[in-house]
Nanobody, 123 residues
Framework: QAQLVESGGGLVQAGGSLRLSCAAS????????MGWFRQAPGKEREFVSA????????YYAESVKGRFTNSRNKANNTAYLQMKSLKPEDTAVYYC????????????????WGQGTQVTVSS
């Protein structure tokens, strides 16, 4: 059974860093793209970043470009989201997702989701 398991969330002060991990299993992920999304209270889920598993090509939302780095380790089927210079507005539940053949920004294009991990940035 395919699944994604996130870890690495927590509480950090503004300007700090966190690294999220997404461990994937049960699917040949080299054929897919993986995305990171986030959802703040009272807001819609929004695209953060995506990576093409095979090539490693990455895509970012404008709001995180230059601060977040998306990467993956093929050997252990794990995706990472390194977050630096965190801001209070980055506070949200972060989800990793898999599904499309190529990186997409629309959440509906992904059919496998992790359980989410809370990131809280204090000012």
């Amino acid at each position: 059974q395919a699944q994604l398991v996130e870890s690495g969330g927590g509480l950090v002060q503004a300007g700090g860093s966190l690294r999220l991990s997404c461990a994937a299993s049960g699917r040949t992920f080299s054929r897919y793209a993986m995305g990171w999304f986030r959802q703040a209270p009272g807001k819609e889920r929004e695209f953060v970043s995506a990576i093409a598993w095979y090539s490693g090509s990455t895509y970012y939302a404008e709001s995180v470009k230059g601060r977040f780095t998306n990467s993956r380790n093929k050997a252990n089927n794990t995706a990472y989201l390194q977050m630096k210079s965190l801001k209070p507005e980055d506070t949200a539940v972060y989800y990793c997702a898999a599904g499309p053949a190529y990186p997409r920004k629309a959440a509906d294009d992904y059919d496998l989701w992790g359980q989410g991990t809370q990131v809280t940035v204090s000012s």
